[in-house]
């Protein structure tokens, strides 16, 4: 679905964002990208929708290179929801805000309406149909910008730091929202710092430091390497942290960290 | 457009030029300044440009000042072939052109080469109101962060299928409100987000506060003035007492 083959890209301050990054995310699947700040994982979603252009190498979507095709072209195949809700919102109405890129990508009005009040009830909006976005909370802004995304059920979804600014309830919900759009047959990309939050839902984990793909491979697998994970500046989650320090001692029960997990829901439960 | 902010807005930089006063910085522009508007001649006028070009290679931000020049050189055609249509005078509308270029190029090395810090400490040697000091540094020190909300918000909006270069004149308009009204309303934001830090830092506390920074004159403070001065010196005398040379 998506493929990045030998990807550099320089910005124009001279820092080079990424720097040789090949990876293939086929359809359907559901990929973290983590790592330090300026690891280049922004830079690397915003080659997806054509935002920027590699400077060297080529990335594909759905078979088609982003350099042959407009961001709009592009736009209609990947939502992204960037990481500042209050970069897009402009609308009148919350639902005007929703209906925006409905319209633009040309959708019948009988649509819109029922892209819209799906979206606003899924992301638990509704009551705030009529109000301006401007005056919603940081988290009911992320929310929304999410639900503008998923109105107009692109092929992949792109989420940077999706996170930021949610309570635990509404983390639990994205979650939810997450595995839903995955058994949905969605590919799904998070940009995430949320360790904690990408842990339970077990995604492919892919580690960026300096541009470049320096760790690849299942959540387990990836969230018990710690030595990666410090050098990317990313914290191990605390259960693995707890699954390992018991893996340590002898007569520990635990084979697996996801054994752990298991045990430590089943402890705290009444 | 971060390109062409580039040849405007101030970046840290270890030259012998930024670590000039300010002051001397300014009496600088404002000389060469000066200097291009009392040159009567294409070569003077090219003396001058060669002056700036020497101190924005020694300031290494050669680079940054052609961008402005590039971007200059486009009003510059404008006004040539305007001049050209009305005085019929090619060298006059030569000399106009280029004394365009000097005069955007003579303030530009001021601002790419002095930080707000630096532009605050000179205000306020002025004795301007620190009310107004406070507004005018804080305005340019938001400029570049302005155009990365810009950027930003291009961003987000070209990925919800905005085409903002599809339609004629009036949808092209219409295409610009998503991305001005969530500009104008992040900066609305982030100025009353501003004020409040400001204040919760004890901002109006004292009527004169302390400075961080106290400037001394150097050599080579002097030694740029000098420089600056001789150049508007040999302009203004033959402004004054010099009859133009002219090309047949």
């Known amino acids: 679905m998506i493929e990045f083959r030998d990807v550099s890209f320089v910005h124009q301050n001279g820092v080079r964002a990424l720097d040789g990054v090949s ?9 973290a990208l983590v790592g330090e700040n300026g690891a280049g994982k922004t830079t690397l979603v915003k080659h997806v929708t054509g935002l920027l252009k590699p400077a060297s190498g080529s990335v594909l979507v759905d078979g088609v290179d982003t350099r042959a095709a407009s961001t709009a072209q592009l736009s209609r195949k990947v939502g992204v929801a960037f990481q500042n809700p209050d970069h897009q919102l402009f609308s009148e109405t919350v639902e005007e805000e929703m209906s925006f890129a ?28 009529r109000s301006s976005p401007l005056i919603l909370s940081g988290g009911e802004k992320k929310r929304l910008t999410l639900a503008c995304i ?17 309570d635990a309830i509404q ?64 914290a191990q989650p605390q259960l693995v942290e707890f699954y390992q320090e018991l893996h340590r001692r002898p007569g520990t029960p635990f084979v697996h960290p996801l054994d752990a997990a298991r045990w430590a829901e089943e402890a705290m439960l009444p | 457009m971060m390109w062409l902010s580039g040849g405007f ?11 000039l006063d300010p002051r001397a910085k300014l009496l600088n522009s404002v000389l060469m300044f000066t200097t291009t508007l ?19 290679a020694a300031a290494t931000v050669l680079k940054r000042v052609a961008r402005t020049m590039a971007f200059t050189a486009l009003f510059s055609g404008f006004i040539f072939v305007v001049n050209v249509l009305f005085t019929r005078d090619l060298e006059t509308s030569v000399l106009y052109a280029i004394r365009f270029i000097a005069i955007v190029v003579s303030t530009s090395i001021f601002f790419i080469t002095t930080s707000p810090d630096e532009l605050e400490q000179v205000m306020k040697m002025f004795r301007l109101p620190r009310d107004v000091v406070f507004a005018f540094v804080t305005a340019v020190r938001f400029i570049p962060v302005m155009m990365l909300d810009t950027i930003q918000i291009m961003d987000a909006q070209k990925s919800r299928g905005l085409e903002l270069e599809k339609g004629n004149l009036i949808r092209r308009v219409r295409n610009m409100i998503p991305i001005l009204i969530p500009l104008v309303v992040n900066s609305v934001m982030r ?9 919760a830092r004890a901002y109006g506390a004292v009527p004169r506060p302390t400075s ?6 150097t050599r080579a403070d002097v030694g740029v003035v000098c420089a600056a001065v001789a150049l508007f010196a040999i302009a203004a005398y033959s402004f004054y007492f010099v009859v133009p040379v002219r090309f047949p």
């Open chain 2, 38 to 56: 009392l040159a009567r001649s294409i070569f003077e006028m090219v003396l001058v440009i060669l002056f700036m070009v020497g101190l924005s």
């Open chain 2, 212 to 217: 961080l920074l106290v400037y001394r004159a």
């Open chain 1, 23 to 31: 990876l293939r995310v086929d359809a359907g699947e559901f990929v």
């Open chain 1, 150 to 166: 998923l109105a107009w059920d692109p092929q992949v979804v792109m989420l940077d730091e999706p996170t930021v600014g949610q």
């Open chain 1, 102 to 129: 409905l319209r633009n990508f040309g959708f019948p009005p009988e649509v819109v309406r029922e892209r819209v009040s799906w979206g606003l009830e899924l992301f638990g909006l509704g009551e705030y149909r």
């Open chain 2, 191 to 199: 100025s009353g987000e501003l004020a409040e830090a400001m204040e």
């Open chain 1, 171 to 234: 983390k639990e919900k994205l979650a939810g929202t997450i595995l839903m759009l995955k058994s949905a047959g969605k590919t799904v990309v998070v940009v995430s710092h949320d360790i904690e939050f990408l842990w339970p839902i077990q995604p492919r984990v892919v580690v960026m430091k300096g541009g470049r793909v320096v760790g690849d491979g299942p959540a387990t697998a990836i969230m018990q390497d710690r030595d990666l994970l410090a050098s990317a500046r990313v």
């Open chain 2, 9 to 19: 807005i101030f970046r840290r930089g270890d030259s012998f030029y930024h670590r």
